[in-house]
């Protein structure tokens, strides 16, 4: 049996110039993955660095029957802050995860398989990171993660994307 493709609803075409609260925005997240929809959204802030950057549009898919695995890239719900937090998988435990942002140092701890809200599966903002990011390189870059070796050379990754003319604010 062929499963139908997916659909995607867009945040910013929901939403257009109007802000949501983070639980109406974590709601509309959860109602469309339930739908078996992909959701489009712009992300914030810099934990993920230089794999996903602030304002990038990243997509989530529904967390399906296909396992976690070590590389992927989920959004959960964090244990102590109750906020969206969108971070790599860096270990395993059974039905616990150990994530972590690329670019911060600390683990955000085992979080349970129910705390996931979606996986990633797009990132819109340069070909090259969604490649890296998403594609076979996601278990080494989980490895250096987990073990702190990112946070170094993501700065100078980040100096030498802007000295090179891939900034962020670049147009054209």
Do not use: W
């Amino acid at each position: 049996m062929i499963n139908p493709p997916l659909k995607e609803v867009s945040y910013c075409k929901l939403v257009k110039d109007k802000s949501l609260s983070r639980p109406a925005l974590l709601e509309l997240i959860r109602s469309v993955l339930d739908q078996n929809a992909h959701f489009r959204f712009k992300a914030g802030g810099g934990s993920m660095s230089p794999f996903i950057r602030n304002n990038d549009l990243i997509t989530l898919a529904p967390v399906d029957s296909r396992p976690i695995r070590s590389g992927d890239i989920v959004a959960f719900i964090h244990p102590y802050s109750k906020q969206l937090v969108i971070h790599r998988v860096v270990g395993t435990c059974k039905e616990q995860f150990r994530l972590k942002g690329d670019n911060i140092g600390s683990e955000d701890g085992l979080i349970s398989k129910r705390s996931i809200v979606g996986k990633v599966v797009d990132i819109q903002g340069h070909p090259c990171r969604n490649r890296i990011g998403l594609g076979p390189g996601r278990i080494l870059i989980a490895f250096l993660s987990r073990n702190n070796l990112l946070i170094f050379p993501v700065s100078l990754l980040q100096k030498a994307y802007h000295y090179l003319g891939f900034s962020q604010n670049r147009t054209g």
